[in-house]
């Protein structure tokens, strides 16, 4: 079994500076990690996936997120913060790397970004 | 780039009534999901669809939902004999059958309001 834990349900930063989403994941296989955003009445875009291959993770928008295995963590960050990243973040996991497995989703981190 | 399509954006229906939302993935991809979020809870899994076939299925998704692919481009989500508690944004998505089989591709979604 799998699951995800979003740490913060809502996070909010002033433009400019930087940002960190924080996840923490359990799985009993080798799972892929994905961080997806949901901009308002938008679909769900992937914005980074992570496998095996390193444990850094660079994705679109400037995001990159590391996995952290002892920690069981796979946090989401950006140095510097834009509005248009204003959105929510959803955490996911997959127990499977490489299959078509059902996603596991958190409960989301709604990202505010201010002036 | 090649993108998951869902139509209708948003369907009103009564309770007891039956709806189909369809939805046409990215088009060499081969296996296809539901997923529903109900309004401030978490995005579930509902059921993969792999060579004509459920490949996995969640317990919500019981004898009232049915999936098909009626053609080589559309997949759709029936729901027989709607309830309120099936008031739910519904997404599909699709991913191929290599190496990135587990990255799985959204749709914009697809609103349910069952009055």
């Known amino acids: 079994a799998q699951s995800v834990t979003q740490l913060d349900s809502h996070v909010s930063v002033s433009e400019g500076t930087p940002v960190l989403l924080r996840c923490n994941y359990s799985s009993s296989y080798s799972p892929s990690l994905f961080w997806y955003v949901q901009h308002p009445n938008k679909g769900l875009q992937l914005l980074l996936k992570y496998t095996s291959a390193a444990t850094l993770v660079k994705g679109i928008n400037g995001f990159e997120a590391e996995f952290k295995k002892s920690e069981t963590s796979f946090h989401l960050t950006k140095p510097s913060a834009h509005m248009s990243d204003a959105a929510e973040y959803f955490c996911v996991v997959s127990p499977h790397t490489g299959t078509a497995s059902k996603l596991t989703f958190g409960t989301g981190t709604r990202l505010q970004v201010t002036l | 780039e090649p993108e998951v399509t869902q139509t209708p954006s948003h369907q009103v229906t009564q309770m007891g009534q039956e709806v189909i939302l369809r939805c046409v993935p990215i088009s060499n991809h081969l296996y296809f999901y539901w997923y529903r979020q109900i309004l401030g809870q978490k995005v579930e899994f509902l059921v993969s669809f792999y060579n004509n076939e459920i490949s996995e299925k969640s317990e919500i998704f019981d004898d009232q939902f049915s999936v098909e692919r009626p053609d080589g481009s559309n997949f759709t989500l029936k729901i027989r004999s709607t309830k309120l508690e099936d008031s739910a944004m519904y997404f599909c998505?699709?991913?191929?059958?290599?190496?990135?089989?587990?990255?799985?591709?959204f749709g914009p979604g697809t609103r349910l309001t069952v009055l």
């Open positions: 998505a699709s991913s191929d059958g290599g190496e990135r089989t587990d990255t799985q591709y």
